[in-house]
């Protein structure tokens, strides 16, 4: 998928509506892929996101030594690779092979980009402090990339048990709002 | 609006998918409402939410000292209400009146339910060491009420500027997942 640079003023909009992202983390030449939906932004520039990942998975340790990680926002089409990274551990199998998922090479930071997702942050942890109470990381979004084509971001939202709400129709109305 | 009890352990599948809320807080007599889009889940049982609430807001203060707020959340027709809550400052107006919104006695905390909201969640800060430095509030949730007519809830997710996704359709895929 083709990408171009997006400005990290607007990183707000992708992440502020809340869908379900994958991470991508990076270690010893392996990479890996989580599913994540604990997240929220923290400060719109430079982008902060704060997200919440288990101690109990395999990206944790990973993300908490190198503290470094990529974002990438799926839309709907990706919905069953999305079950199975959230579903599967990267300790086990190999979820780009498993699930048939393209990395690219990030600009700012080791773990790649998932190449079929419409948008891909590029982080680093900038404040590990609330990880050992909460699992929760606080990340700089350093780069950001947006397929051009991506003007309805059919993108998903957990309910809980594997069940999904697909974003809708948008709607505008005057506002003084960022 | 009729309300039931809904289980705590629950709550994570009214907030996980990412819809804008409204909180409420109180002190002195007077209460308030804010638009609020910065929230990410953090523990399942007892839930705990963070939430970032700008330091310029009026319900900061108010938070900050009285430590309880709850969590209200609206559905499309709502719209304009929530944009005139977040476009507004509870330091001049009283957005209830403004707003045509109406209160309802919470059971644990003093700030009340909105009652044109599908669910609202009674919060109380429980950790407040990121509020400095990131105007992040943890919150606990003690009491959860939902309308039991809100099987379809066609929520709010800020893109940014006014515009929003409206919650599209629901899909199910076999999952492991909580």
Not at 17 to 33: C, D, E, M, S, Y
Not at 38 to 58: A, D, K, L, Q
Not at 115 to 132: G, I, Q, T, Y
Request: glycine share 6%; aromatic share 8%.
């Amino acid at each position: 998928m083709v990408k171009r640079s997006f400005p990290l003023s607007k990183v707000y909009q992708l992440l502020e509506p809340g869908p379900v992202v994958l991470a991508t983390t990076a270690r010893k030449g392996r990479t890996n892929i989580m599913t994540m939906s604990w997240h929220t932004m923290m400060e719109f520039e430079p982008p902060t996101v704060g997200c919440v990942i288990s101690n109990r998975n395999y990206s944790f340790d990973i993300l908490k030594a190198t503290k470094e990680c990529v974002i990438n926002i799926p839309t709907v089409e990706l919905a069953r690779k999305v079950v199975g990274c959230g579903n599967t551990s990267g300790n086990t199998i190999d979820k780009w092979k498993a699930f048939h998922l393209t990395p690219a090479a990030a600009s700012c930071v080791t773990p790649p980009l998932i190449n079929e997702c419409f948008a891909n942050l590029e982080c680093k942890v900038v404040d590990s402090r609330m990880v050992s109470k909460y699992n929760f990381f606080i990340l700089e979004v350093l780069k950001a990339w947006i397929a051009p084509s991506a003007r309805a971001r059919r993108t998903l939202h957990h309910l809980g048990k594997g069940t999904f709400m697909v974003a809708g129709k948008t709607i505008r109305l005057p506002s003084k709002a960022k």
